[in-house]
């Protein structure tokens, strides 16, 4: 299963965020989910950038998965932006990152949060679906390319 519509909402989808540094695309991604999250954006935020410290969460191609186990959090729930100004996420491959796909989940269910990760990460990780997502044209299409509503062929 490819499409993420149980894990984010319409309105969790910024299409052109103008974020000048990683911490403030973190903090826009984090104040747009804490509401669907049923959290504080300040302890979402906290928990993201203590997981950014760990490691970098680029995955390559110029995608990033920044993700957290937070407290209060019910079930995996999602945040996508597309970042005007790419940002280093640290990726293995060097490469800036612009498409970003925030994951929170709760902290007593840890076998949830690594199966929405992966679910997530296999997503992005066609380069048919990072290339429909670099050309869609706002909001609406981004959420159906994510959520499912738009096939795209199978791989």
Known sequence: MHELGDLIAPEAILPR?????????????AETIARPAGVDARVAFDAVLMRERLAGTGVGEGVAIPHAAVAGVTRPVGVFARLD???NFDALDGRACDLVFMLLAPLDKGADHLKALARVSRFFRRADIREKLRAARGADELYALIAGAVRVDAA
């Open 85 to 87: 100004i790419p940002q």
């Open 17 to 29: 965020l103008a974020a000048v540094s990683r911490r403030q695309a973190l903090m826009t991604m």
